[in-house]
Nanobody, 120 residues
Framework: QVQLVESGGGLVHPGGSQSPSCAAS?????????????LGWYRQAPVNQRELVAAISPDGSTNYTDSVKGRFTISRDNARTMVYLQMNNLKPEDTAVYYC?????????WGQGTQVTVSS
């Protein structure tokens, strides 16, 4: 598994925007794996199951869960081994810990992720 480290969460008001990102290691193995894998952003709120909210294929094709369509945009930079999530018009129900992982993710360890809190 390629290691991905998330950053860029925080506190935002309803209707605001946030743009977390994640970075993979820069060794040859990670760069190679990164470029051929589907990648995605997952999230988990305290009372909900973890869900995949956005995914992107190596060629840039994207998919979103219905609740974020039209508000979230996932993108990737294979050369820089970076994945981004632009979140607009945020709602309180978007509050969660966000994780960047491969799709599907078969590992047991999810790491800390990055907390996004939408609150007035």
């Amino acid at each position: 598994q390629v290691q991905l480290v998330e950053s860029g969460g925080g506190l935002v008001h309803p209707g605001g925007s946030q743009s977390p990102s994640c970075a993979a290691s820069r060794n040859i193995f990670a760069i190679t794996v990164f470029s051929i894998k589907d990648l995605g952003w997952y999230r988990q709120a305290p009372v909900n199951q973890r869900e995949l909210v956005a995914a992107i294929s190596p060629d840039g094709s994207t998919n979103y869960t219905d609740s974020v369509k039209g508000r979230f945009t996932i993108s990737r930079d294979n050369a820089r081994t970076m994945v981004y999530l632009q979140m607009n018009n945020l709602k309180p129900e978007d509050t969660a810990v966000y994780y960047c992982k491969t799709v599907p993710y078969t590992g047991r360890y999810w790491g800390q992720g990055t907390q996004v809190t939408v609150s007035s």
